[in-house]
Nanobody, 123 residues
Framework: QVQLVESGGGLVQAGGSLRLSCAASGRTYNSYAMGWFRQAPGKEREFVAAISWSAANTYYADSVKGRFTISRDNAKNTVYLQMNSLKPEDTAAYYC????????????????WGQGTQVTVSA
């Protein structure tokens, strides 16, 4: 079983950058695909980005493509989300999630979730 803890959220002006981190514990971490999702108040949770267990494959939502980059360091048991050119509409609680092996954009296919970190982008 994998446990996840996110960090790196905060308040930033539009056009700025943040890097989120998700630290994983559990000896099977390297066999998990990882995803980032976000949820704004009053809205459903939405997919942001995902990365395969080997980091060979990545997948992004159209809304963040070209601005966000997902990566992972399996030696540190950590997955990252580099967010550049942030917009007010990126404001949300960001969650990382894990699922065995196969990359996915579907939240219901992830069985382990972190507690979330808040990102607020001011205009």
């Amino acid at each position: 079983q994998v446990q996840l803890v996110e960090s790196g959220g905060g308040l930033v002006q539009a056009g700025g950058s943040l890097r989120l981190s998700c630290a994983a514990s559990g000896r099977t971490y390297n066999s998990y695909a990882m995803g980032w999702f976000r949820q704004a108040p009053g809205k459903e949770r939405e997919f942001v980005a995902a990365i395969s267990w080997s980091a060979a494959n990545t997948y992004y939502a159209d809304s963040v493509k070209g601005r966000f980059t997902i990566s992972r360091d399996n030696a540190k048991n950590t997955v990252y989300l580099q967010m550049n050119s942030l917009k007010p509409e990126d404001t949300a609680a960001y969650y990382c999630a894990a699922r065995p092996y196969i990359i996915s954009s579907r939240s219901y296919e992830y069985d382990t979730w972190g507690q979330g970190t808040q990102v607020t982008v001011s205009a």
